[in-house]
């Protein structure tokens, strides 16, 4: 085993095909990561080089506004099964929609929580992760824009 392997350890993401390195492991537990954060981090951040990727506020805008179109309309289906329906069938319904609602809403907030947080990827391993500071976002908005 040649010390690179050694350094990583045996997890890889279903989605994304990272190995996570040991750095990058503790790196997560410290920093309150899992690895839906790191892979949601993946999917919907900006790639700013060949290594980083940020979560930016225009990410999180562009993957919550459907999310919140998604609530409204599962707001008014409930208020309309609420009038039209009654008893037990118009209570399952509503119940149901508000399970997917609070589902939906959950989802909106682990992606605020994640807004400005980086991921370093080193071909496929996980370097690091970690939430940007003000000064150095303000250095990576010059680079984006």
Known sequence: MTPKEADMTNKVFADLHFFITKHAQTRMQQRSFSEADIATIDQCGTVINDWEILLTNKDVERETSPIRNQIKSLQRRADKARVKLCGTRAKNITREMHADIATLRQQIANLERLR????????????TCYNCSKSELKRISRIIN
Do not use: D, P, S
């Open 116 to 127: 400005n947080c980086k991921i370093v990827v080193e071909g496929n391993r996980l370097v």
